[in-house]
């Protein structure tokens, strides 16, 4: 009996943290508990969700999985892949689904087989998946699937929608997601399978005892196989919803997933220990964090801030969880009783206080009001003082506008698609009057600023384009990236003075629109001078990466002549490998974007140049341009916000100056 109390208090307390943080985030913004925003916290959390159940049952046997996010890539792809060959949509996604399974299955025989710890089996399976899924794409976003291939995440039903007299949809009733059904079908068949099969029985009996497990007659290796096997599938399933929604795969997406996987079985109460959890669990831990997530989106706090949070929130399970488990081996059972029962209500209590105490003091620190005064500025990343200089110019521009306030948002990395996707979905929630976005890549984004033109909200494009044929946005405000590469190119040809060899591209995000243009404008004129392209090596905009990365070219290619670093990180990377090899003023070395960092390359002859664009004007311009929208007065469609060639004898002149930052 006190076992089933300790079961019951442990769900109690996780539905309290869960009811807390509604109510916290309800006050902290009225747009929060609306329909809407339920249905998209629904659509968020539903691959969480799904990603949690797979993980928890790897836990239950005392394992973990740590190729989820990379499994969740690859999958998507490979469906993507299958449609764009002509295999029929629904097919095409059970391609997807299956080869999730294939990698689960993989990581289950490393683990029951060949006894590899799971820690070092799905570590293994995270890189070997992800690898595959950028080789297989060369790193570059799969498109151009139908649009059939978008109804499984972008589909809703009983969804209704009508045109209003200003030519404009007008969204009736958002309707249920397609992905929260698929959620519901998953968590239905994975509680019984815990609940009244033979192999959930399994599954607690191996986490609690492995070897008593054995001893009694199961068979633990196949049991082992298909956790991981299901945690795969799962993965799989998560990933192909995804690549539907984004209507995009992407090779790079879903990094970390693994951690909002784990995250939400442990928050839900699923033992690291093994042989503890349940599917409820697991599906209350998943909308925590998913509504953790909205709701710190909805107040436009920080995407590191969230990290902050959440991670903060897991160590304080997590920690209650080793102190439970401690608890059980050192007292004897019959010491335990009520006193173990008030213990563990004291400190679930606990727990659930500290979330909602940090949520309402993350809430309170940020000054961020919605609504009808809001515009939103959604970027690619806010690690990066290039769009850094973007808020600056945002803000200043909001500072000269009575009626309207900005908030600025942008997630962790440049290749986390789908959360740009989520922050621009949780902004029409919370009834933004219009949006200023940098989409990271042109296809994914299409749904999202489909959904914004759906309810009339103005859009702003800034840096890179969107292929939407121009119905979505009413402005484009961006550097000319493709005659900007040009340009880059033609000033290293003029360096080099006739020197011939090759020229190396270290590049940033592959599928990136504005990466596209940049490097297919340099690569078109280097090429037709006679010089031979190495590259492009994308670096995702990591300095490091792209660091590594110079150093390998730089020792592979003795006839290198010229390197060209088309982004900021990717350029600072790329600088620093030069110097540190001794290769300045050996070769010619031509930047993009204009920090201080890049300065200072510059001022030492590191970069013959750099190619700048007025990041500043971008986000001065347009929140100004969106204001403009919305007070009904005409605008340009598109317009082109200028580059500088920096070099050591412009670098301090007055327009030099008035881009760099």
Not at 147 to 157: D, I, K, M, P, T
Request: glycine share 12%; net charge neutral; with cysteine.
């Amino acid at each position: 009996m006190r076992e089933q109390h300790k079961a019951l208090l442990q769900k109690l307390a996780s539905v309290g943290g869960l009811i807390a943080l509604l109510i916290a985030f309800s006050i902290a913004s009225p747009y929060f508990m609306t329909v809407n925003n339920m249905m998209t916290v629904g659509l968020q959390t539903s691959t969480i969700t799904i990603i949690g159940i797979g993980v928890m049952l790897t836990i239950l046997t005392g394992g973990i999985d740590l190729s989820i996010g990379s499994v969740m890539a690859l999958s998507g792809v490979t469906a993507g892949l299958a449609v764009n060959a002509g295999v029929p949509v629904p097919f095409g996604m059970v391609i997807g689904v299956l080869t999730g399974a294939g990698c689960g299955l993989f990581n289950g025989l490393c683990v029951s087989k060949l006894r590899l710890p799971p820690f070092i089996a799905t570590l293994g399976m995270m890189m070997i998946a992800r690898g595959v899924a950028l080789y297989i794409t060369n790193a570059a976003p799969v498109s151009g699937m139908p649009e059939s291939f978008s109804y499984l995440g972008n589909g809703a039903l009983f969804r209704m929608v009508e045109i209003g007299d200003n030519g404009f949809p007008n969204v009736i009733f958002a309707g249920i997601p397609y992905p929260v059904i698929v959620m519901l079908l998953v968590v239905a068949a994975f509680s019984f399978l815990l609940t009244k099969m033979r192999l959930g029985r399994y599954l607690y009996a191996i986490g609690s005892n492995e070897e008593a497990a054995r001893l009694s007659g199961i068979d633990t290796d196949k049991v082992k196989t298909a956790a991981y096997m299901a945690s795969g599938m799962l993965a799989g399933l998560a990933g192909v919803i995804i690549a539907s929604r984004l209507v995009t795969a992407q090779p790079n997406g879903s990094v970390m997933a693994e951690l909002d996987a784990i995250a939400s079985a442990v928050v839900g109460g699923t033992s690291l220990m093994g042989g503890v959890g349940t599917v409820t669990g697991a599906v209350i831990g998943s909308f925590i964090i998913g509504v953790l997530r909205n709701g710190l989106n909805m107040n436009g706090v920080s995407y590191f801030v969230q990290q902050i949070v959440i991670g903060g929130v897991i160590i304080a399970t997590v920690a209650y969880d080793q102190y439970r488990m401690h608890k059980s081996t050192v007292k004897s059972p019959t010491k335990k009783s009520k006193k173990d029962v008030k213990d563990m209500k004291i400190n679930k209590i606990a727990t659930v206080a500290a979330i909602g105490f940090t949520l309402s003091f993350t809430g309170m620190s940020t000054d961020v009001t919605a609504a009808e005064k809001e515009i939103a500025v959604v970027v690619k990343t806010e690690n990066s003082n290039f769009w850094q200089n973007v808020k600056g110019g945002s803000v200043d521009a909001a500072n000269g506008l009575d009626s309207y306030k900005i908030t600025f948002q942008g997630p962790a990395a440049e290749t986390a698609v789908d959360e740009q996707v989520n922050m621009i979905q949780n902004a029409l929630n919370r009834g933004v009057a219009g949006l200023v976005v940098a989409p990271t890549d042109p296809n994914a984004l299409v749904p999202a600023l489909k959904a914004a033109w759906e309810r009339g909200v103005p859009v702003a494009l800034i840096d890179s384009g969107l292929n939407d044929d121009d119905k979505y946005h009413q402005a484009y405000l961006s550097t000319d990236n493709r005659a900007a590469g040009r340009l880059a190119a033609e000033q290293m040809i003029k360096a080099l003075n006739g020197k011939k060899g090759k020229v190396a591209m270290m590049s940033f995000t592959a599928g990136s629109g504005s990466a596209m243009d940049r490097d297919g404008g340099f690569k078109e004129v280097i090429e037709a001078a006679g010089y031979e392209v190495v590259g492009p090596y994308y670096s995702n905009a990591d300095m490091v990466t792209a660091l590594n990365q110079t150093v390998d070219v730089l020792a592979s290619n003795n006839d290198l002549v010229g390197i060209f670093g088309s982004n900021e990180p990717t350029a600072v990377g790329m600088a620093r490998a030069i110097e540190q090899g001794g290769y300045t003023g050996k070769i010619v070395a031509v930047a993009f974007d204009g920090n201080k960092d890049i300065q200072e390359f510059i001022r030492d002859g590191v970069l013959d140049g750099a190619v700048v664009q007025s990041s500043y004007g971008m986000g001065f311009m347009g929140v100004v341009t969106v204001a403009e929208i919305i007070a009904g007065k005409k605008t340009a469609s598109y317009i082109d916000t200028g580059v500088v060639y920096v070099t050591q004898d412009n670098i301090d002149g007055e327009k030099a100056q008035a881009v760099l930052y």
